[in-house]
């Protein structure tokens, strides 16, 4: 099955850095999505991206969709404690329905 | 303010004892799907449904676990009889044809001892 390759799996930041952090897939996806899970709570989605070279942001998180389809990038600008969770990505084939998980990026980061 | 309902937010139960967990998913959703969370598999898909019914269950054990969607404001996933290797957070989400997003709910974190 489709596999997604998340990195990094954790990131110890201080706050006012910026983040990066990326997945890439051995086969294409149509959609890509970024959540952000906090601690005891479940997913939220943040951003979806529909296109090949999309480029969407939402605050201070920008996230591309990459030109070859198998890969997406989540940017997030000047930290702030509460960026703290686990970020997922997701990619999706449309005909499919599901999504495919990363592992997960785990943030923290310090005031 | 349109949300994924699940309960129990909470289960504890012993190994042999059968297990229910409800979901109300989003009015007008009409994928659900049911994850479990744990520390060493991530976000693992059980099984979804659209439009009430099952597409994909190959992620369940059959032996033990079962989804049904007895009408389009509730799914249950249910595990007779449990193991301790079944403690874990259990996601439902919700989703809408077209945008493919998926609408997560707060889970049920279920320890079985």
């Known amino acids: 099955g489709q596999q997604l390759n998340q990195s990094p799996q954790s990131m110890f930041i201080q706050e006012g850095e910026d983040v990066s952090m990326n997945c890439t897939s051995s086969s294409i996806f149509n959609t890509w999505l970024w959540y952000k899970q906090d601690p005891g709570e479940g997913p939220v989605l943040l951003i979806a991206l529909y296109k090949a070279g999309e480029l969407t942001s939402n605050g201070r998180l920008t996230a591309q969709f990459g030109i070859t389809r198998k890969d997406s990038f989540l940017n997030i600008s000047a930290s702030i404690p509460s960026d703290v969770g686990i970020y997922f990505c997701a990619g999706q084939n449309r005909s499919a329905g599901k999504s495919t998980f990363g592992d997960g990026t785990t943030l923290t980061v310090k005031p | 303010d349109a949300r994924v309902t699940q309960t129990p937010r909470h289960k504890v139960t012993e190994m042999g004892q059968e297990v229910t967990m409800r979901c109300q998913p989003i009015l007008g959703h009409n994928t659900v799907f049911w994850y479990r969370q744990t520390m060493m598999q991530g976000l693992e898909l059980l099984a979804y449904f659209r439009n009430r019914a099952p597409l994909d269950d190959s992620g369940m054990p059959k032996d033990r676990f079962s989804a049904e969607m007895p009408d389009a404001t509730l799914a249950t996933l249910k595990i007779q009889p449990s193991e301790p290797r079944d403690s874990a957070v259990y996601f439902c989400?919700?989703?809408?044809?077209?945008?493919?997003?998926?609408?997560f709910g707060p889970g049920t974190r279920l320890t079985v001892t």
């Open positions: 989400a919700s989703g809408s044809p077209g945008p493919y997003e998926q609408y």
